[in-house]
């Protein structure tokens, strides 16, 4: 990789100073030290000078070494305030201190005493010479060979340190999500590693194609040049810059300039042309080349790990068909917001598109997709950056962003204003919810989620319905919700059952039939009333399950009656509108008589009065097929459905149930006001039996008969009961209440 990038230094590095080595002497003999700085006064090494410091102790030298770390030698007397304060100070020096550079020379006054060999070794000690040894020419010798040693390993060790600070680099750039922030990283981390100050750093990166290098923007700088960041690299206020980054790219090299180097990262490597000029305002070292060398590779990987990176993203953040965000940028983005304190100011507002689906149908994908295209350009053109326009799925758009610029009814008026609603290509109405973020405490999932239950609840009203979200009314749905799951549950655990309410004849008081009423039995013995699950299973669909457990239970209840020689009573079966409007009512409620093998002449069917109503024609033709194969028909809650007369005529029913409501008034408020008389009176008309239901009383009894209703229901004579108990109570029945 590293012959991919031609450093090219082609212009003459400016003469540098020479270098200046310093040399400490430690010893406490004045003469000595006297002698020395005379012998190195001239002297000349390496092609620099020398600049001698002088510690007359151990302790000042200790002292001095851990001030000033670039002294090149240590002269050092081995025998000073005691016999081994010498070998001390080396300890400090290279243990304590931490300096591993400095090199050492010792000497000693008395010939014959030189230091053990370990000790040379552990402490990385030169050289041992007595004084007298030392002549003029020798110290030369010695003090040259100790300053290259020390040259050679300033230069190792601060290419490591490099190296060590590439390697942490670049662990930070492939941490890197896009281009910006991975471009300022670079600045930064290339000043750290040449010691810069971060000033005048630039990265720009040419555009794709013919004239890319002209189109160059600016990705990041630092220092004086910030400013220009995400302008054109013609509009760098330093033409000078401007023109070596310019030369940078056309030529596709990196350059090293008397002030300044210029990276070039290529398109191959690095996803797309970069150049980033660096101002070090001197030429770099051949350390300092070798170690952006590397660096740049890194760099490369990080600008291409980036380009693949945002590739990525835009295939798992995008719309295909749109190219606007999707649901996962939309969930991405709501939760950032719910995290953020200014929640309170953003909304979420969720659009759908009225009757797109019939749309789709009727004109084809083709058209559906141009105008999911205007709907996704309309609301991309109204708001600026701050505002996320998603697209969360078919026809169902989102738009984050603040208070003051997302509402409701301006989105909506957005495509109100054309004048032809009819045009081809024209959205004619859209539904749309509002949720205000700082109400919400939930996660961007749930949230989504129950803006959505909200907009379909307000679509249920019809077209162009505009809800708000409100988390009291949802609170609700989710408690249906969680409802709705335990009775799924409780049917397959078993949970469900019917109980059996008898039905009395007042005359003969006899038993003519029970009806069956579902009951649901929590694991903690408690009951949960039909009045509550059963709206809930009819409007979810639910019923439609759960009615046939109910049928099978009631038809195995009558099985076990008539097992017990009490054939002759009817027993009556609750069905609600989705089971009777079934296409294959008939046949489901065949199979069922069937399994159980129940006569059909045993069995009666109740269906509310509303339920006949509403869709008369066809709940006719379902009675009627019931009645003929001998099943009983039943209207239910008579009476407060305020049906014509002459619809109830044509009903194939066979008896009408007084609803509870009317039985309710007997005794309580004057003969003349009660209704209940009047829908006997009808029911009498229409030539069908009549059974009142809720007596619970004598008087209300006694009443109903006199006024020409024969059979009653209700607590008076018993409640619901499972079928054990009612055959008892069926043996019981004459004796005990006759
Ligand atoms: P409903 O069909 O009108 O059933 C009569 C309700 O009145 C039953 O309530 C019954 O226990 C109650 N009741 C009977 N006698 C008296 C009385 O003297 N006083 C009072 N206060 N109430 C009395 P339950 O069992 O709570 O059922 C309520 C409703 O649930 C039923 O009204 C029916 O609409 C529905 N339901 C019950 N079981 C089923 C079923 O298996 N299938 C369907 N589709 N609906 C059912
Ligand atoms: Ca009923
Ligand atoms: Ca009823």
Redesign the pocket.
Known sequence: MDDQLAFRADDQPSSTSPPVWRVLAVDDDVDFQRATAFALSELDLLGGRIELLQAFSCREAALLLARERDIALVLLDVVMETEDAGLRLIKALREVIGNSETRVVLLTGEPGRAPAHEVMRDYDINDYWTKSELSAERLLTVLTAAVRGYAQLKTVASARRGLQMIVESSNALFCSKNTRELSSKILSEIAVLLNLQAEGIVCVRAEEGEGGVAKARIISASGRFRPSVDASLDSLDSPEVAAVLRRSLQGQQTLCLSDCTVLFFPRFQAGADYACYVATERVLDDTELELLKVFSASISRGLYNVALFSRLEEMAYQDDLLKIPNRNALIRMLDMTLKDESKAERVLVLIDIDNFSGANTAFGTGYGDFILGLVAKRLCDAFDGNVLIARVRDDLFAILGPQTQVRAADIVALFRRQTRPYELGQVHSLSSVTMNLGDFTGSAGVALQDALLTLKQAKRAGHDQHAVYDSRLLGAHAEAYRMLLALRDAVEAGHIS??L?PQIDLQTRRVTGV?????WRKADGSMV???SF?PLA?ATGY?LP??DL?MRL?LQAAKELADAGYGDIRVA????AP?LLQHDFIERFVAHLQAAGVRPQQVEV?I?ESVAMRTFDTVCEKLRALREMGVNVAI??FGTGFSSLSYLRLLPADRL?I??SFVLEIGQVSNEQMIAEAVIQIAARVGMQVIA????TRQQADWILEHGCREA????FA??MGCSDLLRWLADWPRDRA
């Open positions: 019917v109980q309410q009806e069956a009423l579902a009951r009333p039909p009045l059963i009819e019923i759960l009615g109910l009631a079966v609750n069905v609600s089971q109740e509310t239910d809650d149930k609803d509870r239901e809720g007596v619970e229901q209700g607590y008076l409640k619901a």
